[in-house]
């Protein structure tokens, strides 16, 4: 079982840069990847990254892609999503995800556990 916390969201004008946090309980959250998703009113959850249990790969959505880095500290159980060059179209909800498969994956149902969210907003 592991059960997942965001922080970090708020409020930011188009340009500046947030960090996300997702803390993590459990033993064993080396062995998990992390994906980072959001979720616009009205819109489906779309993929955003995921970083690999040891944070030796990582994989980005091309939206994100050269502006957002994953990171992860498993000595303190925490992903990380480094955002910059912020837009007001990343707005949205901000969910962290644990996969216990081998494989990277943008598939939201591959996901076996999600944290509750966290707001995201960039002003223009």
């Known amino acids: 079982q592991v059960q997942l916390v965001e922080s970090g969201g708020g409020l930011v004008q188009a340009g500046g840069s947030l960090r996300l946090s997702c803390a993590a309980s459990g033993r064993t959250f080396s062995s998990y990847a992390v994906g980072w998703f959001r979720q616009a009113p009205g819109k489906e959850r779309d993929f955003v990254g995921v970083?690999?249990?040891?944070?030796?790969?990582?994989s980005y959505a091309d939206s994100v892609k050269g502006r957002f880095t994953i990171s992860r500290d498993n000595a303190k159980n925490t992903v990380y999503l480094q955002m910059n060059s912020l837009k007001p179209e990343d707005t949205a909800v901000y969910y962290c995800a644990a996969d216990s498969g081998a494989l990277l994956t943008t598939r939201v149902s591959r996901y076996d556990y999600w944290g509750q969210g966290t707001q995201v907003t960039v002003s223009s």
């Open positions: 970083i690999s249990g040891t944070g030796g790969r990582t």
